[in-house]
T-cell receptor
Framework: AQSVSQHNHHVILSEAASLELGCNYSYGGTVNLFWYVQYPGQHLQLLLKYFSGDPLVKGIKGFEAEFIKSKFSFNLRKPSVQWSDTAEYFCAVNADNYGQNFVFGPGTRLSVLP | DSGVTQTPKHLITATGQRVTLRCSPRSGDLSVYWYQQSLDQGLQFLIQYYNGEERAKGNILERFSAQQFPDLHSELNLSSLELGDSALYFC??????????????FGQGTRLTVV
């Protein structure tokens, strides 16, 4: 079965620090990749998505992610975090012919200190 | 606002009881997914429906069932509730049956507390 792992359970940064959250998936076929964000007490919102083409995708709020097929990775980055980025971040995979559902990683909690 | 509506927002019930959670997908979306989010288990996929038919099943307990109606809204029924069923239940919708080039839009969730 396909699975998604996220490298860090909890990341603590100061404002203006750079962010990189790791995500790896286990599936060798064609995949669609996503990063979702969940602010405290809210639902999941899409940050960015990759379907095909340029492996560097830009999302909302200054986030970007890079798909590296050879490493089965889709890491999320932001050059300078803000206090308002404090949230839980989920990497997700949706693969053709694989149950047609979105498989989520365990999430990474990001705390940004003012 | 994602366009996915879930009711109720909060639900408190006793062990052994049965509850029904409701989800209205975004206009035009045919696929509905149910997820359970708890502190120790993360976001777990329960079940997917597409245009009224079950399409994929995840870690859904036998005490749980779901269905999608002709108007495309979906209901998740949880019965013989246990304390461990306390969680946030999310519904999501997408516009396609398959995985290619589709994204999921999530509702606000129903927080279920079993006491």
């Amino acid at each position: 079965a396909q699975s998604v792992s996220q490298h860090n359970h909890h990341v603590i940064l100061s404002e203006a620090a750079s962010l990189e959250l790791g995500c790896n998936y286990s599936y060798g076929g064609t995949v669609n990749l996503f990063w979702y964000v969940q602010y405290p007490g809210q639902h999941l919102q899409l940050l960015l998505k990759y379907f095909s083409g340029d492996p560097l995708v830009k999302g909302i709020k200054g986030f970007e992610a890079e798909f590296i097929k050879s490493k089965f990775s889709f890491n999320l980055r932001k050059p300078s975090v803000q206090w308002s980025d404090t949230a839980e971040y989920f990497c997700a995979v949706n693969a053709d012919n694989y149950g047609q559902n979105f498989v989520f990683g365990p999430g990474t909690r990001l705390s940004v200190l003012p | 606002d994602s366009g996915v509506t879930q009711t109720p927002k909060h639900l408190i019930t006793a062990t052994g009881q049965r509850v029904t959670l409701r989800c209205s997908p975004r206009s035009g979306d045919l696929s509905v997914y149910w997820y359970q989010q708890s502190l120790d288990q993360g976001l777990q996929f329960l079940i997917q429906y597409y245009n009224g038919e079950e399409r994929a099943k995840g870690n859904i307990l036998e005490r749980f069932s779901a269905q999608q109606f002709p108007d495309l809204h979906s209901e998740l029924n949880l019965s013989s509730l246990e304390l461990g069923d306390s969680a946030l239940y999310f519904c999501a919708s997408s516009d396609k049956q398959g995985a290619r080039r589709t994204e999921a839009f999530f509702g606000q969730g129903t927080r279920l507390t079993v006491v």
